[in-house]
């Protein structure tokens, strides 16, 4: 059945795919959103781990550094620049465990692949439409405006 059978205009049908396409568009913005968004998550996680292992090895070792290393020299009984190397090797390994899982973080990133694969199939789509030319209108003088 053709578009004139059913009872709707060219200006309808125009309307309705204008319409169609926007929804499309939107629907393409907003899957993007939610891809970024998520990836936005993870980054953030990624960025507060790191910051808090930077902030360890810059501003807190010194002074636990110290507090333990004097406390193992107590109760171990052993020479203080030996307890100092302990606990420089355990802050160390704290450091290093955070920094690893602030790249695990990071590596779990990825490009919106399903908006890239939509906006292309989307794009495929519309270059295959032909444009067609509209008609030039004519007024009452009969030159065309």
């Known amino acids: 059945m053709s578009a004139a059978e059913e009872g709707r205009s060219l200006g309808e049908l125009v309307a309705s795919a204008t319409a169609e396409l926007s929804g499309l568009m939107h629907d393409e913005i907003a899957l993007a959103k939610a891809e970024i968004r998520e990836d936005v998550r993870r980054a953030l996680f990624g960025s507060v781990a790191g910051m808090v292992g930077a902030f360890l090895a810059l501003f807190a070792v010194p ?6 290393a004097f406390w193992l020299r107590n109760w171990w009984d052993i020479p203080l620049a030996l307890a100092c190397t302990i606990v420089g090797a355990l802050y160390i390994v704290l450091a290093v465990v955070l920094f690893l899982l602030a790249r695990r973080k990071f590596g779990r990133i990825s490009k919106p692949e399903r908006s890239i694969q939509s906006a292309k199939e989307s794009a495929a789509v ?8 509209r008609p ?3 007024d009452k003088a009969g030159s065309a405006t």
């Open 63 to 68: 002074l636990f550094s110290f507090g333990l």
């Open 126 to 133: 519309l270059s295959s439409v032909k444009p067609h030319p």
């Open 136 to 138: 030039v209108p004519v």
